[in-house]
């Protein structure tokens, strides 16, 4: 196979295992396999943040999430313990899964190595290519879930909104943060708050701000009009 070829069957056989996701997701006027719209939606912000991706990069993206509705939540105990379990088995999962998928479709085990050690993301803040997968799931969520993750989680007091978004905003390089401040203004305005709130401390959990201080900045970006000026 030429390199187009061998993406081309790597991204049809991740569709194709994410198409057998029983659960559903609406996507404008179509009712999608959940995982799969994920891995479309993974696709799209991908493009955004790295106009010319690697294959790699195009395959890890794709592979997010692939066939997690196989290792589900509910089969971990319950509590920070047992969610961290959950996430590290689903990211060996899906890495081994898409190991597979690329040597298949005749990639080198060097490259399908690589690919699962980005998905299993053991080298976030150290690898540029686990980061840039860290950024699109960053967006991806904001975008897409962090609304409905509100609604489902109404039993969350304020201290923890604000620490799941310094964590996710801690996770993200400055180029995930500046996409992420151009998302902001389309936020519902209780999670434009809920962000600004976060985002005005004078630390985010696990990232410290370039030169301290307590302004209205963060790790070098201005914070937006339509964040900066909502009452507090």
């Not at 950024?135 to 109404?154: G, W």
């Not at 209205?216 to 009009?225: C, R, T």
Request: with cysteine; proline share 6%; aromatic share 8%.
């Amino acid at each position: 196979m030429s390199q187009s070829e061998q993406l081309d069957c790597a991204l049809r056989a991740i569709d194709d295992a994410n198409r057998e996701d029983p659960n559903r997701e609406q996507v404008g006027n179509d009712l999608l396999p959940r995982e799969y719209a994920y891995s479309q939606h993974m696709t799209r912000w991908l493009f955004e943040l790295e106009p010319a991706p690697t294959e790699r990069m195009q395959i890890a993206c794709r592979a997010q999430h692939i066939e997690r509705w196989t290792m589900p939540r509910k089969d971990y105990p319950e509590g920070r313990k047992g969610y961290y379990e959950w996430r590290q088995a689903c990211g060996r999962m899906h890495g081994r899964r898409a190991s597979e998928i690329m040597a298949a479709c005749g990639y080198p085990q060097e490259e399908c190595d690589r690919v699962e050690t980005i998905l299993t993301k053991r080298e976030l803040r150290k690898d540029a290519d686990t980061q840039l997968l860290e950024d699109v799931a960053c967006m991806v969520f904001l975008e897409r879930y962090f609304a409905d993750f509100y609604e489902e989680k109404a039993e969350y007091d304020r201290e923890k909104w604000l620490r799941i978004v310094r964590r996710t905003w801690g996770k993200m390089s400055p180029r995930g943060h500046e996409a992420a401040l151009k998302l902001a203004s389309d936020l519902p305005e209780h999670l434009l708050a809920l962000l600004q709130e976060a985002l005005a401390e004078p630390e985010v959990e696990g990232v410290q701000r370039p030169g301290g201080g307590s302004d209205k900045s963060v790790l070098g970006h201005d914070l937006p009009a339509g964040l900066s000026k909502l009452p507090s």
